[in-house]
């Protein structure tokens, strides 16, 4: 056994999986063989979740089955709900409300709380509910916290057009609907990041599912991973609001030690190539209102970053300027996220317990040795 410590467990390979990968030298990301690039442009959320739970694409029968099951869990208790309540009015964090009613899910679930012992389909059904269910929770606490009612999610709407229409009130147009679905797409799955291994690792004990996406959700909120995106838009906002030079800002930034939200990745070596799609659509939303500006910042930090440190920006940087363009608040950015990404950590722990070992790395020791004890009343 070797004792070479791996900090952060880099470049370690603990699995084999068919769901995603990323060629981290040329920016290439693929699910189950399919380019990102193709996917987020012609596939739905809903197809991608069924590529990524069930190894290929769907055909229009097995999409509408899958849909009509979606859509039929969308509906929460009215428990959870009043715990909705209960958290927007301790004006929680979403993110933190996300993770506790997830869990609570679990008491209403037809199928329990109990464990699931590597029981695939009992595995994706649970998933799917909780991902039925997350853009209902979502958008009840953004708008209980508003002081609005929460809105009963629809039928005939699809998974994003059901979460913005519960979001605001209104059924969103074309260019919202197809933006915030193309994001979900983007957000699906991404290799063995740190949530989606929490969840792995959560699972890996034969836990439920509710405590493999509790866990997820937890790992995903730190600013080194899905919580960049809030953080972005609020340097972005900062920048703005000081009326600074962008540069003058990650420039001081730096100089302070500080790491520049949005760049860095531990896979990619290049630009994230979710990161040139959202750009792109960053461009184009602010083309379509008049006014680039976020765009323009968030490109001159990009050159910046680019030419002083040599690195490139991650999913979070243009994803941050994107939802700001569709008029989300700022810290429902990361429980987006989670409402995407909950397709990937359901289909990894599915994968992985299909031939389960408990995850279970070791330490190298450097404590003291041969300590005497001594009773508390003599220390
Ligand atoms: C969806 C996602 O999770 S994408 C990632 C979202 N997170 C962020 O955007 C937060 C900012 N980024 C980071 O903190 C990092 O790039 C991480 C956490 C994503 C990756 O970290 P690691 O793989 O551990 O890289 P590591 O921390 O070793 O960084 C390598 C070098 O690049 C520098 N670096 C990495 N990212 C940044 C950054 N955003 N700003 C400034 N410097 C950075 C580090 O300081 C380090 O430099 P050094 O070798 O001179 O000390
Ligand atoms: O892969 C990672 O480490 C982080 C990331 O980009 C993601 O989870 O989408």
């Given at each position: 056994m070797s004792d070479e410590v791996k900090k952060g467990l880099e470049g370690v390979l603990v699995a084999e999986s068919g769901l995603s990968h990323i060629d981290g030298d040329v920016g290439r990301l693929i699910y189950r063989g399919y380019a990102i690039d193709d996917l987020a442009r012609d596939a739905s959320y809903e197809e991608v979740l069924y590529l990524l739970w069930h190894g290929e694409l769907p055909t229009a029968d097995e999409l509408d089955e899958f849909r009509a099951a979606m859509v039929s869990e969308r509906s929460v208790d009215d428990a959870v709900l009043d715990t909705v309540r209960d958290l927007a009015a301790a004006d929680e964090d979403p993110m933190a409300a996300l993770r506790t009613t997830v869990s609570q899910l679990s008491a209403y679930d037809?199928?329990?709380?109990?464990?699931?012992?590597?029981?695939h389909e009992a595995i994706l059904r649970k998933g799917r509910r909780i991902t039925a269910k997350i853009p209902t929770i979502l958008a009840a606490f953004s708008r209980i916290r508003d002081g609005d009612e929460p809105i009963e999610p629809r039928e005939d709407l699809t998974h994003a057009e059901n979460f913005l229409y519960m979001l605001n009130g209104e059924e969103p147009d074309d260019v919202l609907a197809e933006t915030f679905d193309m994001a979900l797409v983007l957000h699906a799955d991404h290799g063995l990041n740190a949530s989606t291994f929490s969840a792995m690792v959560t699972a890996?004990?034969?836990?439920d599912v509710h405590s493999a996406v509790t866990s997820a959700i937890g790992t995903l909120s730190g600013g080194l991973h899905g919580g960049a995106n809030q953080n972005v838009m609020r340097m972005l906002e900062e920048v703005d609001d000081a009326e600074r030079d962008p540069v003058d800002w990650v420039d001081h930034a730096l100089d302070e030690g500080r790491r520049v939200p949005g760049f860095g990745h531990r896979?990619?070596?290049?630009?994230d190539p979710r990161a040139v799609i959202l750009g792109e659509k960053s461009e184009a939303l602010g083309e379509a209102a008049g006014d680039i500006k976020w765009y323009e910042m968030s490109v001159q930090i990009e050159e910046y970053m680019d030419e002083n440190k040599g690195i490139a920006p991650n999913v979070d940087f243009y994803s941050a300027s994107t939802y700001y363009q569709l008029g989300i608040?700022?810290?429902l950015y990361t429980p987006i996220f989670a409402m995407s990404r909950v397709g990937g950590w359901v289909g990894h722990v599915s994968e992985y317990l299909e031939d389960n070992r408990l995850i279970r790395p070791r330490a190298r020791y450097v404590g003291d040795e041969d300590q005497e004890f001594v009773p508390v009343d003599e220390r």
């Open positions: 037809p199928e329990g709380s109990g464990h699931d012992d590597g029981d890996s004990t034969l836990a896979v990619y070596n290049v630009k608040p700022i810290d």
